[in-house]
T-cell receptor, first 110, second 112 residues
């Protein structure tokens, strides 16, 4: 059974700072890695995903993936108060079963 | 674009009661999911359905039943509500496999 763990559990950063969120996974056969964001009381929404080792950038958001170390991360450049939310990482081995992490609660202090 | 509609938004039940949550999607997606979220934490997979008439157990299926009545709808039944149970149940759909999941706003369950 795939285990996905996130760290830290919660994080407060000042507006304009770089935010780094971490995710580790247990299944070395995992092929698909994604980050979702959930604002308070709202539905989770997909942010971005990656399949191959390396990094992928979309606007202020960057994913890093290192399959050998069973680790991927999300970096938010120039963090904004609107980025305050619960961040959920997820992975799968290309099947239909997407396993989510425990979540990181981010607060960007204006 | 499409939308996922979950009903009811809030559900209050009694201990031991059988409770049913419903989900409808108009994306025309093949795959649908039910996840449980406790106290603003991570999501745990209860059931998923790859296509109409298919049902697959997730990691948390004990105590739940599911039904994929047609392509657009997926229901979840709590077979016997546990006292003081509080959670949000999230329905999602996707085109399948590694593709993006689209979530509904959730059903908040409280058991007295």
């Amino acid at each position: 059974q795939q285990k996905v763990q996130q760290s830290p559990e919660s994080l407060i950063v000042p507006e304009g700072a770089m935010t780094s969120l971490n995710c580790t996974f247990s299944d070395s056969a995992s092929q698909y890695f994604a980050w979702y964001r959930q604002h308070s009381g709202k539905a989770p929404k997909a942010l971005m995903s990656i399949f191959s080792n390396g990094e992928k950038e979309e606007g202020r958001f960057t994913i890093h993936l290192n399959k050998a170390s069973l680790h991927f991360s999300l970096h938010i450049r120039d963090s904004q108060p609107s980025d305050s939310a619960l961040y959920l990482c997820a992975s799968s081995n290309m099947g239909y079963k997407l396993t989510f992490g425990t979540g990181t609660s981010l607060l960007v202090d204006p | 674009g499409g939308i996922i509609t979950q009903t009811p938004k809030f559900l209050i039940g009694q201990e031991g009661q059988k409770l049913t949550l419903k989900c409808q999607q108009n994306f025309n997606h093949d795959t649908m999911y039910w996840y449980r979220q406790d106290s603003g934490k991570g999501l745990r997979l209860i059931y998923y359905s790859i296509t109409e008439n298919d049902l697959q157990k997730g990691d948390l299926s004990e105590g739940y039943d599911a039904s994929r009545e047609k392509k657009s709808s997926f229901s979840l039944t709590v077979t016997s509500a546990q006292k003081n149970e509080m959670a949000v149940f999230l329905c999602a759909s996707s085109t399948g496999g590694e593709n993006t999941l689209y979530f509904g706003a959730g059903t908040r369950l409280s058991v007295l």
